[in-house]
């Protein structure tokens, strides 16, 4: 199928398991491969309003600068089994289905990024905790998520992210959201904060970029200066750039100059060997 909303850029929509929601949008560069991936996942709070639409553009424009793009779809907060553990479920089983389709789109596995944007960003890092996530965790949950065999990322993107779960529950984020993603408090289900917040999960053992405007009214910029510290205390890598004056949504519209910046540092990540 061809994006609408993107003319002339092949998309194939594809299933990565059996449900409607189970499935991605895959964009291929034109030279030949084997590609870098970049795996993209939308925000909007986890809840089911919002869909991989809000990604659409970085999809294009990173594709035509030499990306392969795995955007996704995954149960969210208003769908049947969306919410904990369903959403994490979903996106951790999108990024291994990458596995079954390297060979066929030429992929290059050993280049894997994630890049998630607002409550993304709490997803794109939590993958990248993931293969770890067995050994870091006890408790009788974690099973739901269980790491092993999980596909390892190079490295990880937050634009604007939710990426301490404690942090968003305290500070009432998206109407509380997290509460609602989790299904209650850090008090009333620690051991689910604990499996889910990458602040929670470091250190996260790959390289990290947190991007974030200062004129951010939905997320804070101190969500993302707090991880940094405490990523970087426990030496985690780290780039953490602050964009002046710029809000929420200019971080994923591909015509600002916030892009611009955002897509040199993927490309840059996406290198790294």
């Known amino acids: 199928m061809t994006d609408p909303s993107s003319p002339g850029a092949p998309v194939m929509r594809l299933s990565y398991g059996p449900l409607p ?6 964009r291929l560069p034109s030279a030949p491969g084997p590609h870098a991936v970049a795996v993209l996942i939308h925000g909007g709070f986890w809840r089911n309003p919002y869909d991989l ?4 553009g970085l999809a294009e424009d990173l ?4 990306l392969a793009t795995w ?3 995954y149960r969210r907060l208003g769908d049947d089994g969306g919410g904990w553990p369903g959403t994490l479920q979903d996106v951790a089983q999108a990024v291994d289905a990458l596995r079954q389709m390297a060979r066929s789109y030429h992929l290059d596995l050993e280049r894997l990024v994630s890049v998630g944007h607002s409550a993304g960003g709490q997803l794109a890092l939590w993958l990248a905790a993931r293969p770890h996530l067995g050994q870091r965790v006890a408790g009788p949950e974690r099973a739901l998520l269980a790491g092993e065999g999980a596909l390892p990322l190079q490295g990880a993107v937050s634009l604007a992210g939710v990426i301490d779960l404690e942090a968003g529950w305290r500070r009432h984020l998206g109407r509380d959201a997290v509460s609602e993603l989790l299904g209650g408090s850090p008090d009333d289900v620690p051991e689910r904060y604990h499996l889910a917040s990458p602040a929670a999960l470091l250190p996260l053992g790959v390289p990290q970029i947190l991007i974030h405007g200062t ?5 804070p910029v101190e969500i993302s200066r707090d ?3 405490r990523a970087r205390a426990v030496g985690d890598r780290l780039t953490l750039v602050e964009l002046s004056g710029v809000d929420h949504f200019a971080l994923i519209d591909p015509h ?12 840059s990540l ?4």
């Open 71 to 73: 955007n996704i779809e």
């Open 227 to 229: 991880y940094a510290a």
């Open 256 to 267: 600002s100059s916030a892009w611009q910046t955002t897509r040199e540092l993927v490309l």
């Open 53 to 56: 639409s809000l990604m659409h």
């Open 21 to 26: 929601l189970h499935f991605g949008e895959l």
């Open 215 to 219: 004129a951010d009214d939905r997320v």
């Open 63 to 66: 594709t035509a600068h030499g």
């Open 270 to 273: 996406s290198r790294r060997r």
